[in-house]
């Protein structure tokens, strides 16, 4: 059984261009959230998504937006990347009425 | 803002007990105790969660007060593979069952476990 995969595991990418981030849950999951980690500092939450509609939203820009896929898989798109965007990207899948949420290895962007 | 308070860090002997403390006073009545730990450069890992009672499972035991104001995360034989950052978080009851919202992690209690 996998667990949480995310894609790609390194990125670097220029100030401007946009970024899409991919995450598969947990086989039988059906809830994803995504979350933005700094370095030294504990994750901060992005936004989650059930039933392809975002559900909560965390404290960041548009530019940060993301979609959920009829599979349950989802995506982390953000645009005109700016240098404070380095970070690592986790996504964690659950169960909508579930208690646990399982986080993947992440996915480090750098934004030069 | 994290909802708990935790010391920055501890060390821990190699085959001992670690005991790692979690202040969350403000806790209201349909809130859970959650812990993750985080090892370097890697995802947050679950550990375990509990809403009134002690809870124990293959990897650590949670001890929560009466009051609930406060909880003990226990791992009985530390390893130094349990060296990481350990996260306690409060998270509400969803109203139809489980644990809903988002995970808001703090600062954490960087633990460092010695031979």
């Known amino acids: 059984d996998a667990g949480v995969t995310q894609s790609p595991t390194h990125l670097i990418k220029t100030r401007g261009q946009q970024v899409t981030l991919r995450c598969s849950p947990k086989?039988?999951?059906?809830?994803v959230s995504w979350y933005q980690q700094a370095l030294g500092q504990g994750p901060q939450f992005i936004f989650q998504y059930y039933e392809e509609e975002e559900r909560q939203r965390g404290n960041f820009p548009d530019r940060f937006s993301g979609h959920q896929f009829p599979n349950y898989s989802s995506e982390l798109n953000v645009n005109a990347l700016l240098l404070g965007d380095s970070a690592l990207y986790l996504c964690a899948s659950s169960l909508w009425y579930g208690y646990e949420q399982y986080f993947g290895p992440g996915t480090r962007l750098t934004v030069t | 803002d994290a909802k708990t308070t935790q010391p920055p860090s501890m060390d821990c002997a190699e085959g001992r007990a670690a005991n790692l403390p979690c202040n969350h006073s403000?806790?209201?009545?349909?809130?859970?105790v959650y812990w993750y730990r985080q090892i370097h450069s890697q995802g947050p890992q679950y550990i375990i969660h509990?809403?009134?009672n002690n809870e124990t499972n293959e990897m650590a035991s949670l001890i929560i007060t009466e009051d609930r104001k406060s909880s003990t995360l226990i791992l009985p034989h530390a390893t130094l593979r349990d060296t990481a950052v350990y996260y306690c978080i409060v998270r509400v009851a969803g109203n139809y069952g489980g644990s809903q919202g988002n995970l808001i992690f703090g600062k954490g209690t960087k633990l460092s476990v010695k031979p």
């Open positions: 403000t806790i209201s009545g349909n809130e859970y």
């Open positions: 086989s039988g999951h059906d809830t």
């Open positions: 509990g809403l009134k």
